[in-house]
């Protein structure tokens, strides 16, 4: 089984002026959603999303990127790395296993009249 992950790390929460520059992203509100190539009996790809917020590194700056030339991509991987130092890359492991589960389930759930 494939599955396609889409990153949005679009939403960035800013420290107005730090060690003279301004707007400096300390913390990303990030989704990855996995779409599986596997398809439920309605004919749609399975599909899990997981959440989370990460504090960037805003002592260590080597080079600043100022906000106006910060693209999604350059964000994305940002986080990535900073999810790789903390929880070793398990972020679209986790998403797979969301997906695992709903093509497999563990249990069913079934109503008794």
């Not at 906000?67 to 929880?87: D, P, Q």
């Amino acid at each position: 089984m494939g599955v396609t992950y889409e990153w949005d790390c679009t939403s960035v929460d800013v420290i107005p002026a730090k060690n003279e520059n301004n707007d400096v992203i300390y913390k990303v509100h990030w989704s990855v959603t996995g779409l599986s190539d596997a398809l439920d009996p309605e004919g749609n790809p399975y599909e899990a999303t997981l959440r989370g917020k990460q504090l960037l590194d805003t002592e260590g700056i080597e080079e600043f990127t100022p906000i106006g030339e910060v693209t999604h991509a350059l964000v994305t991987e940002w986080v990535k790395a900073a999810l790789e130092l903390e929880h070793k890359g398990g972020v679209e492991d986790s998403v797979l296993r969301m997906i695992e589960k709903k093509i497999t389930p563990e249990f069913t759930s079934v109503v008794i009249d």
